[in-house]
């Protein structure tokens, strides 16, 4: 099965992610598949990302959390940030189409993308801490300037679900319609933006880029926070926990 599934409709590439059986979450190959996409994309007028299987993205895969290897988790944390930013350094407006839930990292994906229409049954949240991780690629810095610090501090903290009209109501989308005409609006999107001049949309684009960029090093220091706490009884009760389906028993912090 392919993982990624890219199409030219229109004036735009629409790259669907194709991982149905783990909620379309994504492993380095998946993200280098995607990265690829977007660098071709610069033909186009513009990208859209997509799920297939009714779910949008259910973030990295936490598949190999539970028996983690530095190497493995540095390589998967390092391969979502070079995702992130090939959607940031895409020329191309990029368009979140959520059919689904965007969960974890799924969600700092929808965070990403310049613009994000959602279906009516699509929800969203973050799950670091309930997972025995942190969202330092989005969550913790560049979503507080989406939708405010205090409401992104609930995202990351409370590991909550919201629906799509929550998200709308904050800011973290710009639209929700009706499931069946979720693709046809983001085609509409796509359309409208083919209208327009794509040299004077992406100076836009990179210019809107500041919080992005002066969240980089936030990015970074993140990052290797969580290298180094690869391995630790959180991360192996939190991944474990996800995998068996129940409620995780963190270890007391004193502990």
Known sequence: MDSVLVETKGPAVWIRLNRPERRNAFDPEMSAEIVRALENASSARAAVITGSGGSFCAGGSLQKLSTPKVADMRLLYR????????????????????????????NELVVACDLAVAARSATFGQTGPRVGSAPVTGATNVMGIQVGEKRAKELSLLCRRYSADQALAM??????????????????????????????????????????????????????????????????????????????????PDG
């Open 79 to 106: 391969s979502s940030l070079q995702l992130f930013d090939a959607i940031r350094g895409c020329p191309r407006p990029v368009i979140a189409a959520v059919n689904g839930a965007a969960a974890g990292g799924g």
């Open 171 to 252: 800011g973290l989308v710009n639209a929700v319609v009706e499931d069946g005409q979720l693709e046809a609006t983001a085609s509409a999107w796509c359309d409208e933006l083919a209208q327009l001049s794509p040299r004077y949309l992406e100076i836009t684009k990179v210019s809107s880029n500041i919080w992005w960029n002066a969240a980089r090093d936030s990015f970074t220091n993140g990052l290797e926070a969580l290298i180094q706490a690869v391995g630790s009884p959180d991360m192996i009760e939190g991944a474990t926990a996800f995998l068996e389906k129940r409620r995780p028993r963190f270890p007391d």
